[in-house]
Nanobody
Framework: AVQLMESGGDSVQDGGSLRIACEVS????????MAWFRQTPGQEREGLAT???????SYADSVKGRFTISGDKAKNILYLAMNDLQPTDTAIYYC???????????????????????WGQGTQVTVSA
């Protein structure tokens, strides 16, 4: 079975940087849409960044210019590099994959959590002032 497992969550200071990773069993990058989401208690899961099979990326306005999504196809790892972290970035971060049964084009790499059918267990990121 395909599995996703996040790691790298940590506590950092305001303005700091962190890179979190998602180990992906099986080579999903070729045919799956990949994405990072985050969630805080009582809030909806928020889409942050997406990676399509084309290599195309997209970002939510809240993280554009600060976060970078990337995938290492040789190691089957999805990354989210985060810079200039703010206390409002404190959340549990999840990686997700959307299987379409075909090549994932940019239009299918959405920010809607209901579109994704594979999820990791999450990793906690805490940013203190």
């Amino acid at each position: 079975a395909v599995q996703l497992m996040e790691s790298g969550g940590d506590s950092v200071q305001d303005g700091g940087s962190l890179r979190i990773a998602c180990e992906v069993s099986g080579n999903l990058f070729r045919r799956y849409c990949m994405a990072w989401f985050r969630q805080t208690p009582g809030q909806e899961r928020e889409g942050l960044a997406t990676l399509a099979s084309t290599g195309g990326t997209s970002y939510a306005d809240s993280v554009k210019g600060r976060f970078t999504i990337s995938g290492d196809k040789a190691k089957n790892i999805l990354y989210l590099a985060m810079n200039d972290l703010q206390p409002t970035d404190t959340a549990i971060y999840y990686c997700a994959a959307r299987g379409l049964g075909t090549y994932c084009t940019d239009d299918y790499a959405t920010f809607h959590p209901d579109d994704y059918n594979l999820w990791g267990q999450g990793t906690q990121v805490t940013v203190s002032a």
